[in-house]
Structures are given as structure tokens and as C-alpha cells.
């Protein structure tokens, strides 16, 4: 009681003094208290460190997660698939009004691995989607190979003045091949960081290096190029006007080619087809059934009237 009053007496005396300062005693926690407030701070830095190290823990767990290896292809019992008839006839229904000029586009569906090599190739339809393109041929200008690319229809023909324009960024021109004699100065004209990300560069592997200039100018004339990307192979199968005749061919010539070259590459990885969509510029995608009519449904003969 003593101590307490001595205390009382000095803050009195404080109120009056304004230099005095409590003792360190009245101000001193007890020890239960000075206990509590530790285990608090012991518990909060171990909750800490807790979610801290768990959340370590989960991001370690999700980088070891396994990631799918290959593509996801959807089952295609539960899905509604349609006849070529059929699906022409809902397309050029979308199509109607449409101010541009439409084309049919068929998709291939792959079940494939996402790591491996891909499908790619040049493809020459039996009825060509697209007979406009313009195609250049690197050759000597005075030589026999040019007089044969002119006759063909090549609007770019020569060495030099295509090298200029390609530096100078007119690049005239949907297709590209060279001469096996034009290849050395075609190696060091420089004009391969510029054809090369536009897919004009020719190269021996994709045919477009040619000895027969004639045949080559001809192939690519109406020819399609098409290349596998995320387990998917594309590319523009007719116009909106063919006949399902028409369509049908190149549609059958198309996946021929491409289990060709499936088969070409079994030994290093193997590839199968699994779905086949016709769709078209302005359309969804109908998956085809393999049939070319339905029982029931439009006649060809409605088709190519139309």
C-alpha cells in the first residue's frame, strides 16, 4: 500500500511539474501480461510463416501438376453430325446477303501429341478455290527457264530486279519459286529475312526449288498450301457456288493427302484423323459424317441449281 501511495503522490505532483516524469516501476507490465503480449507476437509471426510455407507448398504442387500431352478431342457419339448435303445447305444459308466473296473451309480435327512435328504440304485440288494468284520465278532473265515461266503465266520473272523489290518492300506477288540455277545468288541476295516470315521463301523442301519451271508454275496455279497448328489442319476447300460433286472431290482428294502424309511420319510420331468440320467466311462448323446425302434431306440437284 505504501508503494501505491507513494505513486499516487508523484502524479500529483506531476500534473503541477511538467519535467516529471513516472517512475519506471508504476509503468512496468506485470509478468503475466508482459507473457501474454509475447505469446501473441510468437503466435502471429508462427501464422505467418505458416501460410507463407503453405503457399510455397501450393505453388510447388501446381508447377508438379502433369499437363495433358495431347489435344483435347471432344466424343463424338453425343454429337449431331451432318451429310455434306445437309451442311451446304445450312452454310449457304448464313451466307445469304454476304457482300464478300464466301468460300467453304473444312477443318481437320487430329489426335496428335501437342510436342512432335506437323503436317505440312502443298496440295493441287481437282477444282481449284483459287485460280488468281500471282506467282514470281527467280531465274536467269534471258535464259530458257524464264521464256517457259512467261508462257506459263508467272507476272515476276528475273533475279536481280525481284532482289531490288523485295529490299524495297514491294513484294508483288502470292507464290515464289526458284530455278536450281538462280539458287547460289538467291542464298546471297538477303531477301530470306524478308520472304521467310511470309512464307515466300523457296525452299528445296517444300518444292518451290524447280527444275521444270513450266510444270511448277502450273502446279502452284490453283495449288493450296496447308500446315497442321494446335492439332488442327485448315484449309479453303471450294467456293460457295461449287456443287456438292464439286465439293466432294476436293474434299476426298484433301483428306487422301492428308493420311498420305500421316503415314509418312508413322515411324516418329503416330497421328489419326478424328473429326472433319465444313464450315465457311461468315458460318459455324458442321461435322461431317462421312455421308454425301441424307435420307429425307436436300438433293444435290436443289444444290446446284441454287
Known amino acids: 500500500m505504501a508503494s501505491t501511495r507513494n505513486c499516487i503522490i508523484q502524479w500529483s505532483r506531476g500534473s503541477v511539474s511538467s519535467s516529471f516524469r513516472p517512475p519506471s516501476q508504476c509503468l512496468r507490465a506485470s509478468p503475466i501480461t508482459q ?11 508462427n501464422s505467418a510463416n505458416a501460410a507463407k510455407y503453405k503457399r510455397k507448398e501450393l505453388s510447388t504442387a501446381q508447377k508438379k501438376k502433369k499437363q495433358r500431352s495431347t489435344f483435347v478431342n471432344h466424343d463424338l457419339k453425343d454429337m449431331e453430325q451432318f451429310a455434306l448435303c445437309d451442311a451446304m445447305r445450312y452454310i449457304r444459308a448464313f451466307e445469304v446477303g454476304s457482300q464478300r466473296n464466301p468460300k467453304y473451309e473444312l477443318h481437320v480435327k487430329l489426335r496428335t501429341l501437342k ?9 493441287r485440288l481437282p477444282h481449284p478455290v483459287k485460280t488468281d494468284i500471282r506467282i514470281c520465278v527467280i531465274c536467269p532473265p534471258d535464259s530458257k527457264a524464264a521464256t517457259q515461266a512467261k508462257q506459263a503465266g508467272a507476272v515476276l520473272i528475273g533475279e536481280d ?9 514491294r513484294i508483288e506477288f502470292d507464290r515464289c519459286i ?4 538462280s539458287l547460289p545468288k538467291l542464298a546471297k541476295s538477303g531477301v530470306a529475312r524478308i520472304l521467310g516470315p511470309r ?24 495449288g493450296s498450301e496447308y500446315r497442321e497448328r494446335m ?10 457456288g461449287f456443287t456438292p460433286d464439286m465439293l466432294q472431290k476436293n474434299i476426298k ?14 515411324d516418329r510420331m503416330n497421328k489419326e484423323l478424328h473429326e472433319v468440320v465444313l ?11 462421312g455421308e454425301f446425302k441424307s435420307n429425307g434431306g436436300v438433293q444435290p440437284k436443289e444444290l446446284t441449281a441454287a
Open 199 to 222: 512464307g515466300l521463301m523457296p525452299s528445296a523442301k517444300m518444292g518451290s526449288v524447280v527444275k521444270d519451271v513450266t510444270s511448277a508454275v502450273k502446279d502452284l496455279t490453283g
Open 253 to 266: 482428294a484433301f483428306v487422301d493427302m492428308l493420311k498420305k502424309d500421316m503415314a509418312a511420319m508413322s
Open 178 to 181: 526458284c530455278h536450281v540455277d
Open 115 to 123: 510436342n512432335g512435328p506437323v503436317v505440312r504440304n502443298r496440295l
Open 231 to 240: 492439332g488442327v489442319v485448315r484449309l479453303a476447300i471450294g467456293q460457295l
Open 279 to 289: 464450315s465457311s467466311t461468315n458460318a459455324p462448323g458442321f461435322s461431317l459424317n
Open 161 to 169: 530486279v525481284i532482289f531490288d523489290a523485295v529490299k524495297e518492300g
Open 35 to 45: 507473457q501474454t503480449r509475447n505469446a501473441a507476437v510468437l503466435t502471429g509471426s
